[in-house]
T-cell receptor
Framework: DAKTTQPPSMDCAEGRAANLPCNHS???????VYWYRQIHSQGPQYIIH???NNETNEMASLIITEDRKSSTLILPHATLRDTAVYYC?????????????FGSGTQLTVLP | GAVVSQHPSRVICKSGTSVKIECRSL??????MFWYRQFPKQSLMLMAT?????????EQGVEKDKFLINHASLTLSTLTVTSAHPEDSSFYIC???????FGPGTRLTVL
């Protein structure tokens, strides 16, 4: 699986949009970009994923550049409960399942 | 969405004892489950891939005789930490299904 690079930490004001960047310059054509977050002492929570088109769901939006070498996760109106470590993962299929390799992630702190 | 549960959520045991952790998919069948370990202030590290009806596949550096995995049904995988030692103290997390939904984790403390 391709590796990803994320800033170690970011702050965001409550109510503002949080834009979390991720570089994945070695991504291959069949690899998806996944985003998860982990609140302290809990299991990771799936947020969103995409292949090449921008995606949006009730939690966030995912913007993938045209060359697919980077992406941005957008939390449109951050709340204090969005404080967590956010992981950007690039993953392809291995057999019948998708194996995820977690990097260091970005610690997002939403400030009141 | 899909729900994955783990039991127990927290366990404290004496050194040398064995501990079993259960991972269940509550509303779907999971042919494949994954087991991760997370030490304090570190990221998740994949330990093994658990396949229903066959032997688990372990990542390099993970002792298969120490971390026994049984995936006996499409809804249950178990991880047994045998002869646990203090260095095995960690947060153990499972995930299941194609979309990789994660369990809430099990905090193991070995005294």
């Amino acid at each position: 699986d391709a590796k990803t690079t994320q800033p170690p930490s970011m702050d965001c004001a409550e109510g503002r949009a949080a834009n979390l960047p991720c570089n994945h310059s070695t991504i291959s054509g069949n690899e998806y970009v996944y985003w998860y977050r982990q609140i302290h002492s809990q299991g990771p929570q799936y947020i969103i994923h995409g292949l090449k088109n921008n995606e949006t769901n009730e939690m966030a939006s995912l913007i993938i550049t045209e060359d697919r070498k980077s992406s941005t996760l957008i939390l449109p109106h951050a709340t204090l409960r969005d404080t967590a470590v956010y992981y950007c993962i690039v993953s392809g299929m291995q057999g019948s399942a998708r194996q995820l390799t977690f990097g260091s992630g970005t610690q997002l702190t939403v400030l009141p | 969405g899909a729900v994955v549960s783990q039991h127990p959520s927290r366990v404290i045991c004496k050194s040398g004892t064995s501990v079993k952790i259960e991972c269940r998919s509550l509303d779907f069948q999971a042919t494949t489950m994954f087991w991760y370990r997370q030490f304090p202030k570190q990221s998740l590290m994949l330990m093994a891939t658990s396949n229903e009806g066959s032997k688990a596949t372990y990542e390099q550096g993970v002792e298969k005789d120490k971390f026994l995995i049984n995936h006996a049904s499409l809804t249950l995988s178990t991880l047994t930490v045998t002869s646990a030692h203090p260095e095995d103290s960690s947060f153990y997390i499972c995930s299941a299904s194609f979309e990789q939904f994660f369990g809430p984790g099990t905090r193991l403390t070995v005294l």
